[in-house]
Every structure is written in structure tokens, then in C-alpha cells.
């Protein structure tokens, strides 16, 4: 069997890219005046070193690795975006840690709330209709998939998101022909889908399924342990979640995997959008400055 090439993935940004490489993560965005500014900078040891390559606790680390960069990566392109000056180490230190560490609790409490409690509330008058923990279960597992899958239409909308799942989609054909071998340039990058296995959305909606599986299986009193299984089990429903990914990643050509993975390629249809020429070579920026900072090191 060829042995497969190094992985890179990521996610968009505000009017950019992210890419997330074997040492680094790279992150380019193109600013009011038109220029592509891409910053490259080490991956935390924390996030390459022993620890990742344990099953189960490498989810726990790639789920905070994915929290802390992705709301990094999205405060620098934000900056970027909205001004013409490109800025150096010292404004990028201006960025507090203490606000992105409050951002990425703030985020991850509404996720909880919006994902976790809140079908878990809507779900308690089956108990009563159905006298049934298994069926009120059941319930909320596919109540927490319905506002899964309202909340990406909703966003999807707005005139600013409509732009951030273009460049998801670039990030993906950008992602595709690496992944190929094949150089980065329009006319081949141009060539792939926008939906990509190894997706955010993949992630999530795996964790959205997994969840019904794994609360089917609890008991819905008292309602103290009720709320706190909710919580203390995301961890583990994430964990498994990410080495099924892995897994499907390793064996994507194989029909039953196909199968498995086709609902969240799917998904991504509302995820992603079809990218203009200016967004896929924002894109390669990213991808080829994460590439050359992995062959210098």
C-alpha cells in the first residue's frame, strides 16, 4: 500500500483561510486593499507531541487544538479584514490570550446550551406521553439534530457567512489537490468538489449521531444527573467521534465507508459554497506557506 502524504486541513476564516499543517497553522486573509497577508506561526507542542497519537485522548486534544486556533485564526483575520496595515509581532501580542480563552468559553457554554440542554428540555414530554427513557432519548437525540441542521441553514443566510462558506469550499478543492499531489494552482484546484470527508461539519454532525447512541443508553433521573451526563460525556462523544473520522479518512474508497460518510457530504452542501478565483488563491497562500514552513523545519 503507497504510503499516504502528510495531512493538512483547516477551515475558513473572515475573508481567508486557515490551514493547519504538520507543525504549524497558517492562516492567509486578503485585506480591503486587495493584498493577500498570510502569517505562519508553530503549532504548540502540546498539539504534535506524544499525547496526539493516544486513541480517544487524541479527540479530547484535536477538539480544544480546534477551539483555541480556529478562534486565533478568526481575531487575526478579522483584523486583517478590516484594515489595510499589515501588523507584526508586536500588534499580534496586543491580542489578549485572556479574550480568546473567554471567547472560546462563552462559545462552547452557548454550544452546549443551544445543542445539548436545549434538546433535552424540549424533550422531556415524551417521558410523560411514552413512559419510555428510551424513547424520550431517542427524541432528543433527533430534536438536537433538527436545531443541528436549522442553525447552519439560518446562518447560512446572512450575506457575511454566505462569503466564510465560500472560502470553506476553497479551503476544501485547495485541501483535494493536495492531498493529490497535484500543484496548487486555479486550474486544478478548480477541478474538485467543495465537500471534503475530513470536514468540521463531518465532525459535528458524527457527534450529533454518536450522542443518540450513547444518551439512549442513560437513564432520565434524577434530572441533576440527567443535565450533568449531557455535559461530562460531550469529551468522550467527541473522542469517538474523531477517530471515526480518522478511520473513514484511512478507508475512504471502500463502498460501506462511502455510505457512511455520504450524509455528511451531504451536509456540506450547506457549508460550502462554490468559490470565486480570488478565494481559491487565497487558499494556496495558506496551503503553500504551511507547506514550506513544514520543509524548513
Known amino acids: 500500500m503507497a ?36 502569517r505562519t506561526k508553530p503549532l504548540n ?15 479530547i486534544i484535536a477538539l480544544s487544538e480546534t477551539l483555541y486556533i480556529g478562534m486565533d485564526s478568526l481575531s487575526y483575520s478579522a483584523k486583517i479584514a478590516e484594515s489595510e496595515e499589515i501588523q507584526d509581532d508586536k500588534d499580534e501580542k496586543s491580542t489578549s ?75 476544501h478543492m485547495t485541501v483535494h489537490a493536495q492531498e493529490a499531489g497535484n500543484p496548487l494552482t486555479l486550474e486544478n484546484i478548480s477541478k474538485y468538489p467543495t465537500a471534503h470527508p475530513r470536514c468540521g461539519t463531518a465532525f459535528l454532525l458524527n457527534v450529533m449521531l454518536i ?11 434524577p434530572l441533576s444527573w440527567l443535565i450533568i451526563s449531557r455535559i461530562i460525556f460531550i469529551p468522550l462523544i467527541a473522542s469517538i467521534s474523531y477517530e471515526s473520522i480518522r478511520i473513514s479518512s484511512i478507508y475512504d474508497q471502500n463502498l460501506f465507508i462511502k455510505l457512511l460518510m455520504a450524509p455528511s457530504l451531504w451536509l456540506q452542501k450547506l457549508t460550502t459554497k462554490q468559490p470565486d478565483d480570488d478565494q481559491i488563491e487565497v487558499a494556496i497562500e495558506s496551503m503553500k506557506a504551511s507547506i514550506q514552513y513544514d520543509k524548513e523545519i
Open 97 to 171: 490570550k485572556l479574550s480568546v480563552a473567554i471567547t472560546i468559553i462563552l462559545s462552547t457554554a452557548l454550544a452546549i446550551g443551544l445543542f445539548f440542554l436545549l434538546p433535552l428540555l424540549a424533550s422531556t414530554p415524551f417521558e410523560y406521553f411514552t413512559k419510555s427513557s428510551l424513547i424520550a432519548n431517542i427524541a432528543e437525540g433527533i430534536i438536537r439534530l433538527f436545531i443541528f441542521i436549522l442553525y447552519i441553514f439560518s446562518i447560512g443566510l446572512m450575506e457575511d457567512i454566505k462569503r466564510v462558506y465560500m472560502y470553506h469550499g476553497a479551503e
Open 45 to 59: 507542542k502540546i498539539f504534535t507531541g506524544p499525547l496526539r497519537k493516544i486513541p480517544f485522548l487524541r479527540g
Open 211 to 221: 450522542s443518540i447512541i450513547v444518551f439512549s443508553l442513560m437513564p432520565r433521573e
Open 3 to 38: 504510503s499516504r502524504r502528510p495531512t493538512y486541513g483547516g477551515q475558513a476564516v473572515i475573508e481567508g483561510v486557515m490551514i493547519r499543517g504538520q507543525n504549524n497553522i497558517s492562516v492567509s486573509v486578503r485585506n480591503p486593499s486587495g493584498d493577500i497577508v498570510t
